[in-house]
DNA sequence: ACCGTTCGCTATATTTATTGTAGTATACAG
DNA sequence: CTGTATACTACAATAAATATAGCGAACGGT
């Protein structure tokens, strides 16, 4: 009885702090890591090329991945009031950063998974 | 009509080609990242063990997940025939090579997610 | 004023993935 | 033959992703 008391104590002080946990929370969701990887280097893309270049995404799950990629801080979204109004998508500098992760897994996928895409 | 043919012909032909989307397929499922991050360092861990590191994972979702894993050439399961006899999974030379993404993560998650871990 | 087009979504129903909880199977030790 | 330890599997329930369709705003043309 007092056992399970102490067991239940133990488990809430020594949470399993694992490193990867709070990122892969994010870019462990499906369609992140490509939504990235097309607006790195300062790209702006539209709702409907992101859509064409995910290739099979839809719509619903899109919108909802890029409001949490807002929230989040790694993507900023702009209206645009030109003929037709859009809007554009891009990266912030916390996004930007994510650089570094997208080449090492292409260099991983290179090496591991050959040249082949889809 | 003609043109409904030519557009699907060409959506085939020009396929997205995002050099992202392979890796992507098996890390962007849920608890890989953590997974492999686990099994980091030449490590051997028991299932048992990764349930309670990965803190609240469905064993079936585990189950599930090493299996992927082990198809996929990253992880490798051992059947230990000692007392009690168990299991243990620990990296591929593939999976090895996961290392320099997952450090890059970390980074990442420490510049910009803070130190926080949950 | 009305129609059509483009763009960025949202709505609804269906399928797939993940979870909570419990239980099974195997190998022993006593 | 019972109990313990490990590694799962089973089943029902919830959450996430999908297919498909459609809405609403901002024009431009007529």
Known sequence: MELAVDLREASLANL?????APA????????TLQIVYY???GKSVRFCELQD????????TLSSRLKMLEEEGIVRR?????IP?????????MGCHLKPVILEVIR???VWLGDRCE
């Open 16 to 20: 399993p702090l694992c490193p990867v």
């Open 85 to 93: 109004p859009h809007v554009e998508y891009s990266l912030t500098e």
């Open 78 to 82: 702009r209206q645009i009031s030109a």
């Open 24 to 31: 892969a929370r994010i870019i462990g969701q499906k369609w």
């Open 39 to 41: 607006l790195l280097d």
């Open 108 to 110: 991983w996928s290179n």
């Open 53 to 60: 270049e995910l290739g099979g995404v839809n719509p619903s």
